[in-house]
């Protein structure tokens, strides 16, 4: 059982997606019990006599059910060639459980029923059916209701925090602009600034800083328009949204990449501070073999601090890189500024 608001959903689609199940989202706060019992249906036993029993949803898998398709079996051509690609497959199914917390009574009884027995009404699931609960905590300032004990005890619960550092290796890999981690690393209090007590629309959080990214990423988005500040506001909050908007547009303040290739030993240094912690993103995120040396040379022509996070956040996005010379060469020099 996953409690908390900090990226539940997130960690339960990446384990799915590393052991290779398909996932099957069930929002139990929406659901009546039918949803898991099923629905009455009569059949006629071998005696004769009419009998009910609960027909399951169709998206429960039971154990009659072949494991599901990941893609389709195809064919392409190759150089003239027909090639044949099989179906692959899951390796079976991820059930979450979401929002149990938050489910009416009459919701949960089923879904004890679902957790413990593996089973819907008299149908059992399939033995690749893989289990696992979310929901939020009262002090989460969410709509929960009372969990029987009997339901508590035969779970174990792992409560979820939002880390800043594992975010900035999970930002690094999904390739997100990069003056998120440029930011972050600067002003690490508005990672995540959820407070219960306060009554704010929306605030700064893993998931309200992956919606900034798609606003980043899009081709006509302007970080310097008001339609900019406006959006970036309405993911972050007013607070958080704002600083980020102005510290975003400062980008236009800072040399380009490539100006810093071309000529790393003469390209300006920026004195404006919020400017260098933007540029230790922008480095950090266009470092690659064939320009290390060039960026490394620019690199150490910033305060040592800047140096520091430039080469945390280069590490986050590949270790590879720790074994170029250049960054060997620093390292030696420098190690114990790392700590």
Known sequence: MFLNTKGKSAVIQQVAKD???????????????????????????ANGNERCYFAPMIDLPIETDELPIKFEARTETVNGVPVAHPAQYYDGWLLLLDELTS??????????????????????????????AAGNLETDNAIVEEMSQALRSRMTHVRVEANLEDFLEYISEKDFDYRIAAYLSYKPA???????????????????????????KLPNFSVTSTSGRIELTAALGDAVGSEFHAFAAMKD???????????????????????????????????????????????????????????????????????????????????????
């Open 103 to 132: 489910a009416k009574s009459a919701v949960q009884a089923p879904a004890y029923k679902l957790i413990l027995d593996h089973q819907a009404g008299q149908a059992k699931l399939h033995p690749k059916v893989y289990k696992v």
């Open 19 to 45: 052991l290779n199940l398909k996932v099957i989202d069930m929002r139990l706060a929406e659901m009546e019990p039918t949803d898991l019992t099923g629905y009455i249906r009569i059949k006629t036993d």
């Open 253 to 339: 303040s800072m040399p380009t990449i490539e100006q810093i290739i071309g000529n790393p030993k003469g390209t300006p240094v920026p004195s404006n501070i919020s400017v260098m912690w933007l540029l230790t993103g922008a480095i950090s995120y266009h470092t690659e073999k064939t320009n290390i040396d060039q960026l490394f040379q620019y690199m150490e022509r910033l305060p040592m601090e800047f140096q520091v996070i430039t080469i945390k956040l280069m590490m986050k996005k590949s270790m590879a890189f720790s074994q170029e010379q250049v960054c060997k060469d620093w390292i030696a020099k420098n190690s114990a500024k790392l700590n």
């Open 190 to 216: 508005h990672f995540y600034t959820f407070d219960p007590e306060a009554d704010h629309d929306t605030y700064a959080a893993p998931r309200t800083w992956e919606m900034a990214n798609k606003y980043l």
